[in-house]
């Protein structure tokens, strides 16, 4: 089995969020998305701007913010994001009825609907609660990097039903390989450790291009934690990109 190539699955790609993630992958040589599991606005904003030139997405958990404040957070990090061309993907695993999710997407402080490029979700609401997150792309949580997960092979499946037919869903985050159609997103991906003692588990770059034929690794602790996070920045990205390029090869 062969892989699409980015232009490819640009070429064929439907969304806008997947048109601009895919432009954005080709345009910098990357398939990096470094997730900001921080904790102050501060961190926050210091990690996109020394990241941001080296991904193609910022990954946040905007509700661990403490010190969250719209003016102070989002509005300068969507400047960083404008200025090192980077898209913001909200990690908020949405998993309620359609209504509830539409409240929580709209209003509270963090009105995510102003400033995400596009969200994750779990689909277990159903199609229908899917529909609201109209002006951003959708990645719905198909399989879960974690220990003991319950996103089986049969959960998988029918996940993937309410996905692949949903028009705001781009793609999957998962740990197994999705239709060509579908962009996938694959978290747990560290080079120096194989889990966290909390259940995460980790493979290599290589190791998910390889496997799974993924589209966009995502790095959270690899990054964020490492003594120099833009140098580890860029050898993620330099990782990630001879990956798939390796994983393209196989063509022949
Ligand atoms: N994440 C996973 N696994 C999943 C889905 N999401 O790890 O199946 C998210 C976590 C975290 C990031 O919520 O923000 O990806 C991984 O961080 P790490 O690289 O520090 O483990």
Redesign the pocket.
């Known amino acids: 089995k062969t892989r699409l190539s980015y232009q490819e699955k640009f070429e064929q790609a439907q969304h806008s969020v997947s048109k601009k993630l895919l432009e954005t992958a080709l345009a910098k040589e990357s398939n990096l998305i470094a997730?900001a599991?921080v904790t102050t606005t501060q961190e926050l904003l210091d990690l996109a701007e020394k990241v941001g030139p080296h991904v193609i997405a910022l990954?946040t958990?905007i509700d661990i913010i403490s010190d969250f404040d719209y003016e102070k957070t989002i509005v300068p990090l969507k400047a960083l994001a404008t200025q090192h061309n980077f898209l913001l993907m909200e990690?908020r695993k949405f998993a309620d009825i359609g209504n509830t999710q539409e409240l929580q997407f709209t209003s509270g402080v963090f009105k995510i609907t102003d400033w995400a490029d596009f969200v994750t979700s779990q689909v277990i609401g159903g199609f229908e609660s899917l529909d609201y997150f109209r002006n951003v792309g959708v990645v719905a949580?198909i399989g879960?990097?974690?220990k003991g997960a319950l996103t089986t092979s049969a959960y998988r499946e029918e996940a993937l039903k309410v996905a692949a037919s949903h028009p705001n869903v781009i793609g999957g985050?998962s740990q197994n390989p999705l239709p060509d159609e579908m962009l996938l997103f694959t978290?747990?991906?560290?080079l120096a450790d194989s889990g966290?003692g909390k259940g995460?588990q980790y493979n290599t770059p290589e190791h998910v291009f390889k496997t799974l034929h993924t589209d966009f690794i995502?790095?959270?602790?690899?990054i964020y934690k490492a003594e120099n996070p833009e140098e580890a920045a860029i050898t993620y990205k330099n990782e990630g990109w001879n990956a798939y390029l390796s994983s393209l090869e196989k063509k022949a």
């Open positions: 997730s599991d990954k958990h990690d949580i879960m990097s974690s985050v978290p747990g991906v560290n966290d995460q995502i790095v959270g602790r690899g």
